[in-house]
């Protein structure tokens, strides 16, 4: 990235007016060669959108936010670039990533509005994306609506129904989605499907469940309730608060064989069936190491909702069921 993309560092003096250099969304940073791979490819069918789209995260100093950063960057500048601020709770000392050096400011200061504005003026069709804290989530989105920043809100929690309604009403572009794993997303709905349309085809079935989280996660995974959700439409009558929640690294380590990297990041679940007189057995599994899945997903639908902000339609609020139906599956 040439020295005349980024922005000056931010003191009480230049927050007033714009410290971004103004220019054309054409001129995106070269901080990465395109890519050649066969992900760059698959991902090419969802980028559509004719420039460059820059990419603000929020908060990209998080484990997902940097996980985010990371591959947008690695995307290639034929397809997006990451903007150099970003919003976090507090200011911090700027960070770099893949070469682009991103200021750090405060989302609580009072200027957090002044630093959309200009930032959607130096990059226009500029995307958000928000992965910052549950408690953050409805403050965050009222200030992407008031300052008309069409954002991929990642982060989980909040005030859910607060959170639909305020941006369906604001007519603001917004993919919201508390998974973006586009693979398990797409088992979901597939899960969802069969119980749609085969209602009832595994009653009498006995279901046991099993998910593994890093320590830090108290609750049982909402991926986990969802699809237990489409089993007991199916039939097998499983009460969720039965869901064995492995949270100990031992077990994690031995029983659930998680690689030991990745004890502080992994979701893992395992669904088992076993028929009334125990000679028919099922079994399905979703094991995820990481954040990849997630931010290249989540990179997936900033790019999707680049498109819906240049070919406007009714619908402007997305989930990941309408960015998977535009066909782009990242490999991870
Ligand atoms: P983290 O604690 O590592 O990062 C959160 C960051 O947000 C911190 O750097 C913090 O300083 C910053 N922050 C706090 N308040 C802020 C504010 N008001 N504005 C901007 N930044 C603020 O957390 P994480 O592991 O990166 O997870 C972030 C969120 O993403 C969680 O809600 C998590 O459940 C969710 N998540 C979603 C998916 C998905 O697929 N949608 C996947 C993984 C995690």
């Keep these: 990235m040439s020295s005349a993309c980024l922005p000056r560092a931010a003191t009480l003096e230049t927050r007033a007016r714009p410290v971004v250099p103004r220019r054309a969304r054409a001129e995106a940073p070269r901080s990465a060669a395109p890519r050649r791979g066969a992900r760059a490819m698959a991902s090419r069918v969802v980028c559509a959108a004719s420039a460059p789209v820059p990419i603000m995260v929020n908060d990209l100093t998080g484990k997902m936010g940097r996980a985010v950063a990371d591959a947008v960057v690695a995307r290639g500048a034929d397809q997006c670039f990451l903007v150099p601020v970003a919003l976090s709770g507090q200011a911090k000392d700027p960070v770099d990533v893949g070469g682009v050096r991103v200021e750090i400011r405060s989302v609580l200061d009072g200027d957090a509005g002044a630093t959309l504005e200009e930032l959607k003026s130096a990059y226009p069709g500029m995307i958000v994306v928000d992965y910052t804290l549950p408690a953050a989530v409805n403050a965050n989105a009222d200030l992407y609506v008031k300052h008309g920043t069409p954002f991929v809100m990642g982060t989980t929690g909040g005030d859910r ?148 902000v240049e070919r406007p339609g009714d619908k402007t609020l997305f989930d990941m069921i309408d960015v998977l139906k535009e066909g782009g599956m990242v490999t991870n």
């Design 161 to 308: 129904e607060k959170l639909f309604a305020d941006v369906e009403r604001s007519k603001l572009p917004a993919v919201v989605a508390p998974q973006m794993g586009k693979q398990v997303v797409a088992f979901q709905a597939a899960m969802r499907l069969m119980a749609e349309n085969f209602p009832g085809a595994f009653a009498g079935y006995t279901l046991s469940v099993t998910e593994s989280h890093q320590s830090s996660k108290v609750d049982t995974s909402g991926t986990a309730k969802a699809i237990v959700q489409s089993f007991n439409d199916l039939g097998c009558g499983f009460d969720i608060a039965d869901v064995e929640l492995v949270r100990d690294e031992p077990t994690q380590l031995g029983k659930m064989r998680v690689p030991e990297e990745h004890l502080l990041g992994h979701a893992y679940h395992t669904y088992k069936l076993k028929s009334p007189d125990g000679t028919v057995g099922f079994e399905f599994q979703h094991n995820v190491c990481g954040r990849s899945i997630y931010a290249e997903g989540t990179v997936d639908a900033a790019l999707f909702l680049a498109q819906r």
